[in-house]
Each structure stands twice: as C-alpha cells, then as structure tokens.
C-alpha cells in the first residue's frame, strides 16, 4: 500500500476509534456517571424524609419533656389529682400537642390516665397499645418506664405504625426520683406522610412491606429507575428492630434526561468537529508531507532505473523535507562524482589485478618454454645441413673417382642419420613446446571462467559462522582476544551469504583485531560482533560489526586502511594485503567495507555489508 492511502487510512482508523471510545466513554462512563448522580440524589432525598422523620420525632421528645418536667405533673403522678386531668388535658390542649395517643404511665407500667383519637375529629380509636389499662408486659419499653430512661422511634399499633416518645415525669427541675413516665404518640397516616413529605420536598407515600422486608438481614432500601422516575424504597424498623414501615419517593430523572440531551449535543459537536478535523488533517497531510514525499520517491525510483545522474528534485521548502531534499541531492552529486571516480579506479584496478595475476601464471608456464625453444634453436643451428648441401652438389656435378664417391656417400649416410636424430629430437621439443602453450591456453580459460562464475551461496548461521573463524586463529593470538557474539547475530536466525568468503574475511578480522592489541602492548582485548538487517531500495542487507577497545586508528590512516601494501605493522610480519583482500572480497560479492575509529586508545570499528538473501521462515529485525 502506497503511503498516501496509507496514513490516510491510519489517520481515518485514528479518528474512528476516538469516536468509537468517545461513545463507549459515553455509555460507560458519562451516562452510568449521570444516572448514578440521580440515584445519589434520590438517596439524598430519601434521606431528607428520614431526618424529618427525626425531627418529628425530636419534636414530640421536647413536647413530652416539657409535660414530663412539670411540677403539676409531677404532683398528679403522686396524688392522681384529677383536677389536673381537667385544667390540663383538655381537647384543645391535646389538639394543639397534634398526637394520637397520651398516657401517663405508673413505675408499674398501669395507665394513670390515657387516650387515643383522630387529629381532626377527635374521634377516639381503639389501640392496642392502651388496651388492658396498662403498657404490655412484654413492651420494649417497659426497662425504659422502670429506670426512667427517655425512648423515641418507630412503634407498631393496630391502627398502623406510631411516632412515639417516652419522657421521664421529673421534679420541673430535671430531678427525681422519677414518678412514671408520659407517653406521646402520633400515628404516620397518608396525610402525615404527605405532610413530612411536603417538609422533606419530595413526593412521598407508604407502601405495602414486602415478605422479604421482614427479615433482619434484609436491605433497608431499595432503588429502582423507570423510565421517567426513580423509586426509592427504604423500610423504617421500629423499636424492636422489625420492619415496620416503608415508604416511597418518586424522583423525576430529570437529571439523565439533561445529561443524555447535553451528551447528545456534545455527540454531535465532536462528530461534526472532528470529520472538519479530520478534513483538514489529510489535507494538510497531502499538502505538507505526502505531496512532498510522493514526488522525492518518485525522483528516487527515477533516479534508481535510471543511469542519468546529472538530474536533481530542487525542492524549495525550509523544513526538514526540504532539508532532506537537499541532501539527497547533494548526495546524488556525490554519488555522480563517486560514481565515475570509482569506475575509472575499479577499471585501472581490475586491469592491474587481473594482469598481475595472468601475468605471474603465464610467466611461470614460458620460463620453461623460453628454455626449450632455445634449446630447439641450438639444436637446429648445430645440425650439418650445410655440409649435405656441399655434398650433393658436389655428386650432382658427377664424381669420376669411384673412390671419392664412396667417400661421399658414406659421408652423407653417417650426416642423414645425425640430421634425422636431430630432427627427432626437435620434434621431442616442439610436442613439449605445444604442451606448455596448452597449459597457458588454459590459464587463460580459466581465468575467465573464474571472472565469469558466481560465487557459492549458502544457509549458514552467524554464531557458528563467526565460531569456524575463530577456530583458525592461532593459539597465541587467540588467547589475546575475547570474542563476544552479541544477541542480534541469533535473533537473526539463518541467512544466506557466500560462508566461505565472510569466513576468510572473518578470520582476517579477528586477526588484524588481535594483533593490533598486541603491538600495543595490551594484555587482553574483546572483539564484539553485532549484526543488523538493514532494507534499501535493492533488497536487504546485512551488516556485520566487528568493534574491539584496542588501540584504535588514526583518523589519517582511516582513509588508506583498505589500501594494497598499507600496514602500520611491521613490513617483515606484514605486507598490507589482509584488509585490501578483505575489501576486494567483499566488493566482489556486491557489498562494501567500511572502518571507523573515534581516535587512538578509543578501539576501532569495521563494517562488513553485504546482500542478504533470507532462509524460509527466519524472522529478520529490520532497522529503520
């Protein structure tokens, strides 16, 4: 995928997850957040009636103290004078007290004097808690009556649950002893529950209790959201701790409603600001960056398919594009003036290599030949060819002497015979001669077969590649160095290189390493190799790096130290060729070497490149 698509579709994929967790942060978070905030303010209010509820109940513990600490009252409990029933308990006095029930109370627990009514009407009502003329033998408060101890709460009656107060009968002086007690009760009818629901602000009615409210353990309030209320349940237990009323508020969810419309428009205000956002985010993406980017591949790729280096991007920006820009182009001009320096010097060196090793081949195959053509010439020059040029025509004039022909004949059997071994001989020579050109022929064949060959590739890891190097150093330079594989040579899993050549160039490395921490004295050094996977435009390359913390190189050196015959080391133990070996090496597998050092006594670094070609299923770390 192209990355103008591509960060498109990131930035696109960015935004619609924001949305996404926008939402959920608005399902999850801001609407529970608001309901939650309507449940706590139900609670609240529910609250408010239990603390009226208190209040009441306050209210009637001050009015039962004030009856209860009275002098008259306390001589009424002693003589039971009725004249104070008359004078003091009279209907509008109980009226304007607002209770349903009013009773004395004995030490014994029997009814001095008690009623129970209606609060309007003053109609009077049956309660069970006045039957018998006396407090019920197994009442709560019957201790309470006893000590003298003041009571408040919840109390359960035939007519429906009670407000109900106990104040101790005391000398108008807040002393004793205590004479009986004065018992008011007010009865939680519809009415009174509106009325403290009025004082609480709230709707609140009674409902019915629930079997599973009768229990102990059972929760004493309960929350239930419709769709337009929140209901609030909570059960009031009496003085015994049983349920003994429930009641119920209605709360308008108001709150979730204004939540969910301020969350609706907050919804739609990022939805339309951020497809604007996102509108001019990719515009200026396109216009600022991928624009930019697009027409520097575009240059690149040309530039890569194509031999012409003479052309640059000229791309006029002052950010970092533009500043990349230039540098690619100064890099290209560069690269054009590298380029033609390096096929002017690879041209003059490969002639001189190659001639210098053609030329020592060939010279050690004609020495022997020179040797035999001159002997070939000696033995030619020597033969009698003039003497049987003399004879026969000296026979070709006629020879009247039989003697004197005799002679001659004799002479040109015995020369023939000498020309024929001389002839026998040289044909010896000239097969020799031919043998020795065959073998030059195939010098040269050879040599051309070598220039023409690829070089053998094959799966190797690098731990045991650099493992085999370090076997073929000798003993005594081995112990001077500590070899240190780092992590990324097996991260790196098995690769495809040419494992003969890297392990010769390894072993020169290690060596060069180990005796240069020689020559400077240094007792002990370490070699550590690292390795890294890097990704150009022709394919993956692998770098190998060979640091070590030996003497380092002068930055003068740096730029001869691949050079033929260059050696800071003595010249009878070294003649420069290792490293140069080691450069031609890896330049003939399509890489490059490359040596850096921050200086003397600060170690040296060589860095080995070359193609990558990865095994099935090896994992490689790429680096940016």
Not at 336 to 344: G, I, P
Not at 424 to 444: D, F, K, W
Not at 546 to 575: M, V, Y
Not at 584 to 589: G, Q
Request: glycine residues 8%; hydrophobic residues 45%; contains cysteine.
């Amino acid at each position: 995928m192209k990355i103008r698509p591509k960060i498109i579709s990131l930035v696109s994929a960015l935004f619609a997850t924001l949305g996404v967790a926008q939402l959920l942060v608005q399902q999850q978070v801001l609407l529970p957040s608001f309901a939650e905030l309507e449940r706590k303010a139900a609670r609240t209010d529910m609250d408010r009636v239990a603390n009226t509820i208190a209040r009441e109940l306050d209210l009637l513990t001050i009015t039962a103290g004030d009856y209860g600490n009275w002098i008259d009252t306390y001589q009424y409990m002693q003589d039971r004078n009725q004249e104070y029933v008359t004078v003091n308990l009279t209907e509008a006095t109980i009226h304007s007290l607002r209770v349903n029930v009013m009773a004395y109370i004995a030490l014994d627990g029997s009814y001095l004097w008690a009623t129970g009514r209606q609060l309007e009407t003053a109609e009077p009502i049956d309660f069970d808690l006045l039957a018998g003329g006396a407090l019920p033998a197994d009442h709560p408060w019957q201790t309470a009556v006893r000590n003298g101890t003041a009571m408040a709460g919840l109390l359960r009656t035939n007519q429906g649950p009670m407000l109900a107060v106990l104040a101790p009968v005391l000398n108008g002086q807040l002393q004793g002893p205590h004479r009986g007690m004065l018992l008011l009760g007010r009865l939680l009818t519809d009415d009174e529950i509106a009325r403290i629901g009025s004082q609480a602000q709230v709707t609140l009615s009674k409902a019915p209790l629930r079997a599973s409210d009768s229990g102990p353990e059972s929760p004493s309030e309960t929350v239930i959201e419709r769709d337009t209320v929140t209901e609030v349940l909570r059960v009031f237990r009496d003085i015994s701790n049983a349920p003994a009323l429930m009641l119920r508020i209605d709360v308008p969810r108001t709150i979730s409603a204004y939540g969910f419309e301020a969350v609706r428009s907050a919804s739609l205000f990022l939805i339309g600001s951020g497809v604007v956002v996102l509108l001019l985010v990719i515009v200026l993406l396109n216009r600022e960056v991928l624009s930019p980017l697009a027409r520097m591949t575009r240059h690149a790729l040309a530039l890569g398919k194509s031999d012409d280096l003479t052309s640059r991007l000229d791309l006029k920006r002052a950010d970092e594009l533009g500043e990349l820009a230039r540098e690619f182009d100064e890099m290209v001009g560069r690269l054009d003036q590298a380029r033609r320096q390096l096929v002017d010097q690879s041209f003059d060196a490969g002639i001189a290599e190659n001639a210098s090793g053609v030329l020592h081949n060939l010279g050690n195959a004609i020495t022997p030949l020179s040797v035999k053509v001159a002997y070939l010439q000696k033995s030619l020059t020597l033969a009698p060819t003039g003497d049987v040029d003399l004879v026969l025509a000296e026979l070709a004039q006629g020879v009247p002497d039989a003697a004197r022909k005799s002679d001659l004949d004799e002479f040109l059997r015995l020369t023939s015979r000498e020309l024929a071994g001389v002839v026998t001989g040289a044909l010896q020579e000239v097969e020799s001669v031919v043998r020795t050109t065959e073998a030059m022929q195939q010098i040269i064949g050879e040599q051309a077969r070598h220039a023409r060959s690829d070089k053998v590739i094959e799966t190797v890891g690098l731990p045991e590649l650099v493992e085999q190097s370090a076997e073929l150093v000798s003993p005594e330079l081995r112990k001077l160095i500590s070899i240190e594989a780092d992590e990324s040579l097996r991260e790196l899993g098995l690769v495809r290189v040419a494992r003969t050549t890297l392990k010769q160039v390894f072993l020169n490395l290690i060596v060069n390493a180990a005796e240069a921490i020689r020559d400077a004295g240094q007792e002990r050094g370490l070699l550590r190799i690292s390795a890294r996977v890097m990704q150009q435009a022709a394919g993956e390359q692998l770098e190998l790096i060979f640091t070590d913390n030996g003497p380092g190189i002068p930055a003068s050196n740096l730029p001869r130290i691949f050079e033929k015959g260059f050696s800071t080391k003595s010249p009878e133990t070294n003649q420069g060729i290792g490293l140069h070996w080691c450069a031609n090496a890896i330049n003939a597998l399509g890489g490059r070497l490359r040596a850096e050092s921050a200086g003397l006594n600060r170690g040296a670094t060589i860095h080995v490149v070359v193609a990558l070609e990865r095994a099935p299923a090896i994992p490689v770390r790429r680096v940016a």
